[in-house]
């Protein structure tokens, strides 16, 4: 596995050194019975020895070292060297070629963008995807895009191998090329199948199910799910009908696709309001004419799709990215024949398989990629594969990727591709272990070289001219004088002579070093300072000896400048502070009783130097639980305990860390039971509902502004059993670029781990304080709103009292002007910001796109996970204000609206019976789906749940966001047999229950919650082996994974502190089991699944084909 | 004079009229208002406490006493202000003119019941609070520090102990929590009440709080461990005061260099006496604030943090142009009555050059009854050996007793108008309460939250008789009675009830003159005069003392006065009245009446101990007393006049705040030859010895401990004597002076003054 990795160049030298925080990894460390004897996690966390030495993570997050470099492929230990969850280590883990075909069901995740090496005989479907420019021959591949990678067994595979998998033809039994394919939304580039058989082949996959896997297990190798479309079709056509029903049901779970059955069951169906697609077909009778979808759409399929059945690809040609645009016919990439019927309208039933429906896969291996090729942008991987950047002139895709690689020339053009337009900044993500680090450049004294006009800085893309002695700012136009000592003469390229050896000029991003121009006032130090709820409930439930303990341990991590500043307050329903200076023979508390109108009791001593005061602070930390062991106190005064210790840090600023466990009920800023009061009053809560999402009134809004003023930022720990309205809450950390932190139902037995775990990462990772950022773009762009945790004062800034890598704003755009084709349009986000060490710098990120004034192109190079994150943004933005359902429409429309675009102007396909997505955004209606099936928008959830996860989205970066609505489910239960499986992390599960076999146990994440299910029938040896238990009544909901002395639970935590390692979080630990809430709440998160909370994603994409039909006829 | 002394140390009274002008008319042209200096607990060795309660009047309550008339036979007792006839108990059925009860004894006008500490669970042991304020120089602070350890060493063991401090914030510190030092801060800006208290302290965080009204300790249902929690035995928390005294900082809020530091002493005061009413109402309790400067933050700011505005003067008080001062004034009247209350008392130790606001203060010191002490610094004697003496116990112990009430009966033609003292109007309305206010009025109750042996309340009387026909009768019944009861709770901590009844005979009508002279206290007349001058000074607008006391004197010169009319060399005055002139001449010169020298804060520290003070006290503040050292005689008084001062002479003056030890010229050279360590001068050593161990006599027995001053002629300190004489001899003399000394001041010596009154009295 180690073999990618590594880039070939020598090991960067802080690789080595570097120790990055958290330990996510602690039980690989340990000797087995470590943990017995530990039952938390919780120690098990600290970094008892770091190998690697260096404890310290660069200031910029620099990823650890290659994890992967040490450990010997199959050993388990992946993570110990790595405290630190952030990197992306899961480069290792992919493994660079496919080895194991068959057992990847999965569908590939649409043609990750590999760069069109050669493609390689190992690796042929990503490249395939793409051929490169000259390669017409390889159409073929194009076909097999759709099955991305490797083995991918369904009906696309077979096109693979014609591309040339020799090696996987005997896997599939009968694969045939084309016709095969067709019945399935082709997420190729091809046009699909459609040809001839196509109405068979839509059937086809049921009856190959039946026939081929008749009452076979589902799971085993999920491969064989797939593998069925072969069947022949016809034969499937005169199963049909009723029988056909059930066979779905034994391949995807009965709730699954409840579709196929005749047109009684369907009624409920979202779409009941027309007889559903599937719905006539079974009967064998022709649609009744009148329906929207009338039988005219559907039999058009077979026969009459357009292109030619383009067989071998009537070859796409290829779709190199940077090529200029394919004949529009081309660019069609994909067409669903799914829906349609069999050519005749005799078969009623059209189905689509849903083995073969666009899946996400994640990409199997490691990409390098530069951002810049040939003076052209690149467009980059995506957001949630593994890749390497190599900034050649546009900045790395982590700190800032656009919506659409190419920028629409005119607003008309972006409104008609229904598209987004808008850029995700991340400023401070973790680079790739093997990425370089950002270069730091010091202009002195008269600081960075900027744009006189606009302020713009200096980056590559700036045009010198004259000599050089002029540059034209390629944001506003404008033609400034070079300072004399910044000039150099140009070369006959144009360029300057030292363009390369000058960061400034050849690198996407950059940092400067600020001179005293950005500054208001000296860099302040690190200032941290803990607000611990100490009332009784918080006591009692053994949130405050968490809380303190995580604190204590953390101390330590804490950036050690000299003079990062601590300071420690608790709270109930007073306000205690302690004064830690040295000279104290032990910290006095001083308690500000007054709630209504608070202050800092002391100016000075509640604030110290760390250096003075850790012994000090390690005792108090340790005393508190006990201190307040009797109290009686059950109110919470949350919201003057913040303003207090606000007041405390007014003339530093720095962060605010409050761990907070009951609803804030006294003082000011106080609150109410509203959910209560709303389930009370259900009539006028239901309409209202939304109401509770949002803060009640304004008085937390108000403080907040004022903190972020004072450049104090605020994070929140939440470790309840009840309703805090976190809606309310949250607005603090919102404000002032914190972030909040749900323990919900607390427990002193697994989350102390957790929590400690957040601390850690929460201190330890690159970050920066008092910043404030603001995007700059070429004339005809410009910003239209920001969107994150921040303040915003005056327009066209945002004020970022923290900012750290696991931020991401959003910054929409919108045109003022038209572009020129063939131009390029600059991004440049400049984000000015206090390092933890006390040094003031600026962050210049620039990216550099061509504008393009046709459509396809902007197709071609939409950016799926970025635009689902925007989709995913602007949702948690609406809910709160508009009803729940009113959101979700508005969800479906939007992708609704792009892929009737794409249909209406790009496709070349005029069957109305198609449902074609475009190559990029195949994803689009899945991820859709299980965003309107997410905890946000569900209408089920608690509504702190909700408010959380509106939270939570509102500063998510790309990579997380599509795991968050989509999780990720890893069987774990037969780890041991895939010994040869380089990956840590076994083959992804899609998310349908049809996939969860009651023998097996089954990891899911998404993020921040994992989620462990266990079947009903488990060999009890496999869960002696996990969890040292011998059947499931004895493993409680809440659990501390722990290791055990056997390679399968080795592996277990191998797996779970990998994933660890790829979210920088710790993910809080829950087992399911079926028949009860908590297996409720696992297969809740099966979004595949037709549920109450929408339909099975069939019958989404046939909803969504319906309303594209309805929209083109109208 | 003899006569008034004895009558001063048989049951602590002194009177200006011991013969009593008999009716209205009569006493308005007597001028000196009818009135007593009372000491309510002067010790009398000889008097008995009574084991038992006493016999009260059934109409007037007043009590048995040696001028009630008694019929054996009957067993019945008449009441001699209210003339009802009382039976005595049965317990007193062995009466008889053989055997009296101790009360009835003619010797024991003045006598003490002591109550049968029956309920002895209920006693609450004293509490003291400390109020210390932080915003002062560290050097400050260490001073003030080791005067609170040394004084909390002296606390009898039993008693209960707070601490609050204060700077910015106010900080109260909880005591009785184990697992850590810990505070609570109030705002120094905002004033608390206490009910607010109750909620912020969590003093009734298990139990519902009680409705309304007052909120009374254990009793309304306060735990034990709650109040515990701040106020703690001695014994118990000497550790965590020390620990918390030895941590004790700075206030650490920074001060721009133009302004004062936040002080909030009022929110200080407030808290405490929330505190305390919260946790020990009723009992015996002192707030003994310490403070060094002014207050700045509060409803009782002084003046502003800026230190372009200057505190205000007197000037500023009579322009009215002080504008914090009402407002201030206005808030301690109401923390004054808060704490009167509770019968809690304010104690206040102020040491600052500046001044700290002792004059908007006054008002809930002296009704609460407390001490105060100004000094210069923490670290001068005159604070370090006061606090010590408060705490001091034996000969010299100040005898602090609480919760005292006081109460008048008198004769019926006899009303009272009030008190000027350490005390509170009760407001307890009756027949024999004037429509005339005097101080303390509208009552015949008074409560004294602290009062000890040294305490005496001026108690001012009108004579309400109206004209008498027949001036010729002087029957038997011409006596006036006064009896005055003091309940307080002595320093042990049982209830005592002393009972002093007195009877002066009245005179009306021609021939009068004569009884009317030879019952002139001319020292207490002299000292109710400066009480009267002072208070009107304070409350009424535009007085002006000078002309008051003048007028007042020519007055009485006039009508006592021997002389022929127009004739002021005829003028003479009769021994009872002859000196009464000089303290006049010299309460006129005094810093009670001369306040321009003085800052309102010195001014009301002064008027504070006077009313305060025994009538021998005061008139030594009216008229310092003088004595001479020399080789040629033994120590003798001097005249007040610059002419004792002398080059071979030694003078030790003692004007009451101050005691100056006066070199003059010679024996300075001598002293600074270092003669007095020679063997052979030994008499000279004993020389200066002398007066020092004089002024160590009068220190030692004076609370607020007086300062001391060591002087040479001609030195810088001399100022301290020459304030005080009388300028007989000023730059404006032509002939040469014997001692050598003149003052430059265009005061008027005593002679201009006594020809002036000479001339004026004759008119």
Same mark, same amino acid.
């Given at each position: ?1114 | ?295 700045? @933050?509060?409803? /009782?700011?002084? *003046?502003?943090?800026?230190? $372009? ?5 007197? +000037? !500023?008080?009579? &322009? ?45 010191? @002296?009704?609460? /009854?407390?001490? *105060?002490?100004?000094?210069? $610094? ?5 604070? +370090? !050996?006061?606090? &010590? ?63 000890? +042996? ?310």
């Amino acid at each position: 596995m180690a073999a990618n990795v590594p880039p070939p160049g020598a090991p960067r030298p802080n690789s080595n050194n570097f120790v990055p925080p958290p330990n996510y990894n602690p039980s690989a460390q340990r000797p087995p019975d470590y943990l017995a004897e530990n039952l938390q996690n919780l120690n098990l966390n600290r970094p008892p020895s770091m190998p690697n030495s260096a404890p310290r993570p660069s200031p910029y997050g620099q990823p650890p070292p290659f994890p992967s470099s040490a450990p010997p492929p199959g050993v388990p230990v992946a993570s110990p060297p790595f405290p630190r969850p952030g990197p992306p280590p899961g480069v290792l883990a992919r493994p660079s070629m496919p080895l194991s075909g068959p057992s990847q069901a999965t569908l590939p995740p649409g043609g990750a963008p590999l760069r069109p090496t050669g493609p390689p005989v190992g690796q042929p479907s990503p490249f395939v995807s793409r051929p490169p420019p000259g390669s017409l021959p390889s159409p073929m591949s194009g076909y097999v895009t759709p099955g991305c990678g490797p083995p991918s067994s369904g009906p696309f595979q077979s096109s693979s191998l014609l591309s040339g998998q020799v090696a996987q033809r005997p896997l599939q039994p009968g694969a045939r090329p084309m016709p095969l394919s067709s019945p399935m939304i082709a997420t190729g580039q091809f046009v699909p199948p459609s040809s001839g058989p196509g109405g068979l082949m839509s059937n086809g996959p049921p009856n190959f199910t039946s026939g081929a896997i008749p009452g076979a297990p589902r799971f085993p190798p999920i491969g064989n799910v797939q593998q069925p479309p072969l069947g022949p079709p016809q034969t499937a056509m005169s199963a049909m009908a009723p029988p056909r029903a059930p066979t779905m049901h034994s391949h995807l779970g009965g709730s699954v696709v409840s579709a196929p059955p005749g047109p009684p069951t369907q009624p409920a169906s979202p779409f009941s309001a027309a007889p559903s697609p599937f719905s006539a077909p079974p009967q064998g009778m022709p649609p009744p004419p009148g329906s929207p979808y009338g039988s005219p759409s559907w039999p058009l399929q077979p026969g009459q799709v357009a292109p030619p059945p383009p067989i071998p690809g009537s070859a796409q040609p290829p779709r190199m990215f940077g090529m200029p645009p394919p004949p529009p016919n081309q660019s069609m990439t994909t067409i669903s024949p799914a829906i349609g019927q069999t050519g005749a309208p005799v078969a009623g039933s059209t189905k689509i398989d849903p083995n073969q429906i666009p899946r996400p896969l994640p990409g199997s291996s490691v990409v390098l990629h530069e951002t810049r090729q040939g003076n052209q942008a690149n467009p980059p991987p995506p957001a949630t594969s593994d890749y390497i950047v190599k900034d050649t002139g546009n900045c790395s895709p982590r700190y800032m990727r656009c919506t659409i690689n190419q920028i629409p020339c005119t607003a008309d053009l972006l409104t008609t591709s229904g598209m987004p337009l808008a850029l995700l900044v991340q400023p401070f993500a973790l680079p790739h272990p093997s990425e370089e680090p950002i270069q730091v450049v010091d202009f002195g004294e008269s600081g960075p070289v900027r744009c006189s006009r606009c302020k713009g800085y200096i980056n590559p893309f700036m045009k010198f001219i004259d000599q050089g002695r002029r540059f034209i700012c390629n944001f506003c136009g404008f033609t400034d004088e070079t300072p004399r000592d910044y000039h150099c003469n140009l070369g006959p390229d144009g360029r300057r002579r030292d363009a390369d050896e000058r960061p400034e000029l050849c690198r996407g991003t950059v940092e400067f070093v600020a001179t005293k121009e950005f500054m208001v006032r000296d860099p302040m130090p690190a200032v941290y300072f803990f607000l611990i709820d100490v009332s009784m409930n918080a006591i009692q439930t053994g949130a405050t000896a968490a809380a303190c303990s995580a604190i204590n341990q953390v101390i330590a991590d804490l950036p050690e400048g000299p003079l990062t500043i601590v300071g420690i307050a608790t709270f109930d329903s007073t306000i205690h502070f302690y004064n830690l200076k040295r000279a104290l023979q032990q910290p006095l508390m001083l308690i500000v009783p007054d709630v209504q109108d608070v202050y800092t009791p002391l100016q000075t001593d509640v604030l110290v130097p760390l250096s003075e005061c850790r012994q000090h602070l390690e005792l108090l930390l340790e005393s508190i639980p006990t201190m307040f062991q009797n109290s009686k106190t059950a109110e919470s005064a949350f919201g003057a305990a913040i303003k207090a210790a606000f007041l405390a840090m007014k003339t530093t600023g720095g962060k605010l860390l409050v761990f907070q466990s009951v609803l804030p009920s006294t003082g000011i800023g106080a609150l109410s039971a509203r959910e209560a009061e709303g389930r009370a009053n259900i009539s006028s809560g239901e309409k209202e509902a939304h109401k509770l999402l949002q803060p009640v009134d304004k008085t937390l809004k108000t403080m907040a502004i004022e903190f972020a003023e004072y450049q104090v930022c605020v994070d929140i720990f939440i470790t309840t059993q009840s309703y805090v309205d976190i809606a309310s809450i949250s607005v603090v950390p919102r404000t002032t670029g914190g972030q909040v932190y749900y323990y919900y139902p607390f427990s002193a037995l697994s989350d102390p781990a957790k929590l400690y775990n957040d601390l850690r990462w929460n201190v330890t990772r690159p970050q920066g304080f008092e910043a404030v950022m603001r995007v700059r773009c070429s004339q005809g762009i410009q910003v239209q709103e920001y969107c994150g945790n921040f303040c915003r004062r005056v327009p066209t800034d945002v004020d970022l009292p923290g900012i750290d890598c696991d931020k991401t704003i959003m910054v929409t755009l919108k045109h003022d002007d038209k572009l020129q084709d063939g131009s390029e349009c600059a991004f440049q986000c400049a984000l000015l910001y206090t390092t933890v060490y006390g040094q003031r710098r600026i962050r210049v990120t620039t990216l550099s796109l061509p504008c393009t004034s046709m459509l396809t192109n902007l197709f071609r190079s939409a950016d799926l996970d970025t635009q689902f994150t925007c989709f995913l943004k602007q949702a948690a933005n609406e809910i709160p204000s508009s009803p729940l359902l009113r959101v979700r429409e508005q969800v479906t429309n939007l992708c609704i609206n792009s892929l009737l675009s794409y249909r209406k102007f790009c496709a070349t396909v005029s069957s109305s019976g198609q449902l074609i997505l475009p190559e990029a955004l195949k994803l689009l209606p899945l991820y859709t789906l299980a965003l309107i099936k997410s905890t946000g928008l569900r209408t089920d959830g608690r509504i702190d749940d909700r408010s959380f996860w509106i939270n939570y989205v509102s500063s998510l970066s790309t990579p997380l966001a599509v795991p968050l609505v989509y999780p990720r489910m890893v069987a774990i239960h037969d780890l041991d047999s895939k010994e040869d499986n380089d990956s840590i992390i076994p083959p992804v599960i899609p998310l349908s229950s049809e996939h969860v076999n009651e023998k097996g146990i089954y990891l899911l994440e998404n993020g921040e919650d994992c989620f462990i299910y266990i079947g009903n029938s488990v060999d009890p040896d496999i869960l002696r082996k996990l969890f040292g238990v011998n059947s499931t009544d004895e493993v409680s909901t809440q659990i501390v994974l722990q290791q055990y002395d056997n390679s399968l639970s080795k592996k277990l935590n191998d797996v779970v502190n990998e994933i660890r390692r790829q979210r920088c979080n710790y993910l809080r630990l829950k087992l399911c089991k079926k028949g009860d809430p908590s297996g409720m709440s696992f297969f809740s998160y099966m979004v595949e699944d037709q549920s109450q909370g929408g339909p099975s994603y069939v019958e989404f994409l046939v909803h969504i084909h319906r309303q594209i039909q309805v929209k083109m006829s109208s | 004079m003899a006569e008034f002394l004895d009558l001063e140390n048989q049951d602590g009274v002194r009177m200006p009229w011991n013969v009593v002008p008999g009716t209205k008319q009569e006493a308005t042209s007597c001028v000196v208002p009818v009135a007593a200096i009372y000491t309510p607990i002067k010790p009398f060795p000889n008097m008995p406490a009574l084991p038992y309660s006493p016999l009260r009047c059934r109409t007037c309550r007043s009590v048995l006493n040696p001028f009630s008339i008694v019929d054996f036979a009957a067993k019945i007792w008449i009441c001699p202000f209210c003339f009802q006839r009382n039976h005595f108990p049965p317990h007193y059925n062995s009466i008889s003119d053989e055997n009296l009860p101790a009360e009835l004894f003619p010797q024991y006008t003045t006598i003490e019941y002591e109550e049968k500490t029956s309920s002895h669970s209920s006693f609450i042991p004293p509490v003291f609070i400390f109020v210390v304020d932080t915003c002062i120089i560290e050097e400050e602070m260490v001073f003030l520090k080791s005067a609170l350890s040394q004084a909390l060493d002296l606390l009898p063991d039993h008693s209960l102990v707070g601490l609050i401090t204060f700077g910015t914030f106010v900080q109260v510190h909880e005591l009785g929590f184990g697992q850590i030092a810990k505070t609570y801060v109030f705002k120094g800006s905002k004033d608390v009440s206490k009910d607010q208290l109750l909620e912020h302290m969590n003093f009734f965080l298990k139990k519902p709080k009680p409705p309304t009204g007052v909120i009374a300790g254990a009793r309304d249902g306060l735990s034990a461990e709650s109040i515990a929690r701040f106020l703690l035995p001695a014994s118990e928390c000497e550790f965590a005061l020390n620990s918390v005294l030895e941590e004790l900082q700075k206030d650490p809020w920074p001060v721009p260099a133009d302004q004062r530091a936040t002080r909030c002493t009022s929110t200080a005061l407030s808290i405490a006496a929330s505190l305390l009413g919260a946790c020990v109402p009723g009992s015996g309790a002192r707030i003994m604030a310490f403070v060094g400067g002014p207050s700045t @933050e509060g409803p /009782g700011a002084i *003046v502003s943090k800026s230190l $372009s505005e200057p505190i205000r003067s007197h +000037k !500023d008080l009579d &322009k009215d142009s002080a504008q914090h001062f009402h407002k201030a004034v206005k808030f301690y009247e109401g923390l004054a009555k808060q704490l009167v209350h509770q019968g809690h008392v304010l104690d206040l130790f102020a040491c600052a050059l500046d001044q700290v606001g002792i004059a908007e203060l006054k008002v809930a010191i @002296e009704r609460t /009854g407390g001490l *105060v002490v100004l000094a210069e $610094s923490f670290g001068h004697s005159v604070f +370090k !050996d006061s606090l &010590k003496r408060v705490f001091q116990s034996g000969d010299h112990d100040l005898g602090l007793s609480s919760n005292g009430i006081f109460e008048i009966n008198c004769s019926k033609d006899i009303k009272i108008q009030g008190i000027i003292g350490p005390c509170a109007s009760l407001e307890k309305k009756g027949p024999l309460v004037s429509d005339t206010v005097t101080g303390q009025g509208n009552t015949s109750a008074w409560k004294m939250c602290g009062l000890n +042996k040294a305490t005496s309340l001026c108690l001012i009387f009108e004579n309400i008789k109206k004209e008498i026909p027949d001036t010729t009768v002087q029957s038997t019944s011409n006596q006036f009675y006064f009896q005055f009861l003091t309940y307080y709770q002595h320093q042990g901590g049982q209830m005592r009830l002393r009972v002093t009844t007195l009877s002066r005979r009245w005179v009306a009508g021609q021939g009068s003159m004569q009884d009317l002279i030879a019952g002139f206290d001319q020292e207490a007349a002299a000292v109710v005069m400066a009480r009267l001058v002072s208070f009107k000074m304070e409350t009424e607008a535009e007085f002006d003392p000078i002309r008051w006391l003048d007028k007042a004197l020519i007055h009485i010169c006039s009508r006592f006065g021997d002389y022929q009319k127009d004739t002021p060399s005829s003028f003479s005055l009769s021994p009872r009245f002859s000196i009464f002139p000089q303290f006049v001449f010299h309460l006129r010169r005094s810093q009670f009446v001369q306040v321009f020298n003085n800052s309102p804060d010195e001014t009301a520290y002064f008027r504070m101990i006077l009313d305060r003070e025994n009538v021998a006290n005061s008139v030594v503040m009216i008229q310092p007393s003088l004595i001479s050292y020399s080789f040629h005689s033994g120590p003798e008084p001097a005249l007040l006049d610059v002419a004792a001062i002398a080059a071979d002479r030694i003078l030790l003056l003692d004007s009451y705040f101050t005691v100056v030890i006066f070199h003059g010229s010679t024996i300075a050279q001598w002293r600074k030859a270092g003669y007095h360590n020679l063997p052979e001068h030994q008499a000279f050593s004993q020389l200066l010895q002398a007066p020092c161990d004089d002024a160590d006599a009068i220190i030692k027995e004076r609370f607020p401990v007086p300062r001391l001053v060591v002087c040479d002629q001609h030195g810088s300190q001399a100022r301290f004597l020459l304030a005080k004489l009388n300028p007989s001899a000023t730059y404006n003399n032509e002939a040469p002076i014997p001692g050598g000394d003149i003052i430059f001041t265009d005061d008027v010596s005593f002679e201009v003054f006594l020809d002036h009154l000479q001339r004026l009295a004759v008119q």
